[in-house]
């Protein structure tokens, strides 16, 4: 009767673990590459985005899953060196009028949305993330259409929004 009670628990220890690691992996996609992993087998899991040069002779490969972007830093070998979430508060208190498009691509990536205003002379590049102030806030940053530099950079209201879904 022991024996079936601990094969039991250990079934349900098992199947606990296995949801765990699933869940995480859910949460963080590219926590299954590890530092040192070639450039190649990043490349070959996930559909990238973008591919922006690095100082050192390195490249930043750009993955976005669901409402991230992830940035792979890999050396001039082409060896994961870092790896990190880059649609989150810190990184958007980097963000500075004068930084260039190709600045901002490597830094946060593609957006999920653009606009012009005409007046203005700038695209509007708008970002979703996990907001903690709920599902309707954007980043968004202005690109001026004339020298191509950033104009401005804040949180804005998603218009696809509605105000049954604004709290949550």
């Given at each position: 009767m022991?024996?079936?009670?601990?094969?039991?628990l250990?079934?349900v220890?098992?199947?606990a673990?296995a949801f765990?690691?699933?869940?995480c992996?859910?949460?963080?996609?590219?926590a299954?590459?590890?530092?040192?992993a070639p450039i190649?087998?990043a490349?070959?899991i996930?559909?990238l985005s973008?591919?922006?040069p690095?100082?050192?002779?390195?490249?930043?490969?750009?993955?976005?899953q669901h409402r991230?972007t992830y940035?792979?830093?890999?050396?001039?070998?082409g060896?994961?060196?870092?790896?990190?979430?880059?649609?989150?508060p810190a990184?958007f208190?980097?963000?500075?009028?004068?930084?260039t498009r190709e600045e901002?691509?490597?830094?946060?990536?593609h957006?999920?949305?653009?606009?012009?205003i005409?007046r203005?002379?700038?695209?509007?590049?708008?970002?979703?993330y996990?907001?903690p102030e709920g599902d309707?806030?954007?980043?968004?940053?202005?690109?001026?259409n004339?020298n191509?530099?950033?104009?401005d950079?804040g949180p804005?209201?998603?218009?696809?929004?509605?105000g049954?879904?604004?709290?949550?």
């Amino acid at each position: 009767m022991k024996s079936i009670q601990k094969r039991m628990l250990e079934a349900v220890v098992l199947a606990a673990a296995a949801f765990i690691i699933a869940a995480c992996a859910a949460v963080d996609p590219v926590a299954s590459l590890q530092v040192g992993a070639p450039i190649e087998q990043a490349r070959q899991i996930f559909g990238l985005s973008g591919e922006y040069p690095l100082p050192d002779g390195g490249r930043r490969l750009e993955i976005r899953q669901h409402r991230q972007t992830y940035m792979l830093d890999f050396d001039a070998t082409g060896h994961l060196v870092a790896k990190r979430p880059v649609l989150t508060p810190a990184v958007f208190a980097t963000m500075k009028p004068g930084m260039t498009r190709e600045e901002v691509l490597a830094l946060i990536g593609h957006p999920v949305d653009t606009f012009p205003i005409g007046r203005q002379q700038v695209q509007v590049w708008s970002y979703r993330y996990p907001p903690p102030e709920g599902d309707c806030t954007l980043w968004q940053v202005s690109i001026s259409n004339v020298n191509g530099v950033v104009t401005d950079v804040g949180p804005g209201m998603d218009p696809a929004c509605n105000g049954s879904n604004r709290d949550r």
